[in-house]
């Protein structure tokens, strides 16, 4: 399955405006000038932030941060492939998203997927520098309301043909910096009852995806914390 990453979405960040007092007027002798108020300083925007992808793979999640009964899948996703289709427009970002590799927009991208079996379920973790948080929460949006914007998917199975698979969101882990998550179900085809979740979450100027395909349900809550601790402290992020 292709990764989804950034998988969305995000991070906000909230800048400080340096707010000004208005000054009060004192009593003047007549030909005194009164003193002028204090007027607000903008708030400067963070320089981007530049992720080498060395760096980023020191903040991903290895084999020895996972539970026992895990290992890792070492199969390079088919950047050409586009698994996901949509027959309606209203779709067309969501699928964009889902057949997608890497953010849109990303300056340096890593990825790990780690599996508990032949029937999964399947951990994907990914990493996107996107340069500043701004960036971060843009997309995170983007991610949102093309989720929010489609109800149901169609992924195609080499050799199986076509399964529906339905769109929502759902609560996401409290992790990392304005999580969004959302769930495809598959609903009808050769996959029916196939789940993936997904959430995509804000580590300063980088979005953290964690994507588990296969699963019982309980894995994204736990993942996502693990991964979210582990590259706040690599990335050395507050």
């Given at each position: 399955m292709t990764r989804y990453l950034a998988l969305a979405a995000a991070l906000a960040l909230s800048l400080t405006a340096c707010g000004g007092e208005d000054s009060k007027d004192?009593?003047?002798?007549?030909?005194?000038?009164p003193p002028p108020s204090a007027t607000p300083t903008p708030s400067t925007p963070a320089a981007p932030v530049t992720r080498t992808t060395t760096e980023l793979t020191g903040a991903l999640l290895e084999l020895a941060d996972l539970p026992s009964g895990f290992a890792e899948d070492n199969e390079e996703a088919d950047e050409d492939a586009k698994p996901f289709s949509a027959p309606t427009s209203r779709c067309k970002a969501l699928v964009k998203y889902l057949n997608a590799t890497k953010a849109p927009g990303?300056?340096?991208?890593?990825?790990?997927?780690?599996?508990?079996?032949?029937?999964?379920?399947?951990?994907?973790?990914?990493?996107?520098?996107?340069?500043?948080?701004?960036?971060?929460?843009?997309?995170?949006?983007?991610?949102?309301?093309?989720?929010?914007?489609?109800?149901?998917?169609?992924?195609k199975t080499e050799g199986a043909g076509n399964t529906t698979m339905k769109v929502e969101e759902i609560t996401a882990p409290e992790y990392g910096s304005k999580p969004f998550a959302f769930r495809l179900t598959g609903t009808s085809g050769p996959k029916r009852g196939l789940e993936y979740a997904a959430v995509v979450t804000g580590v300063g100027d980088v979005i953290l995806s964690v994507g588990v395909l296969a699963g019982q349900g309980t894995e994204l809550d736990p993942a996502t914390e693990t991964a979210v601790v582990k590259a706040r402290e690599v990335l050395k992020i507050a």
């Open positions: 004192t009593a003047q002798p007549p030909a005194a000038t990303a300056k340096a991208s890593v990825s790990r997927t780690f599996t508990g079996g032949q029937e999964g379920p399947y951990i994907d973790y990914g990493l996107d520098s996107m340069g500043t948080a701004e960036e971060v929460a843009d997309l995170r949006d983007d991610y949102a309301e093309a989720v929010d914007s489609c109800t149901k998917v169609t992924l």
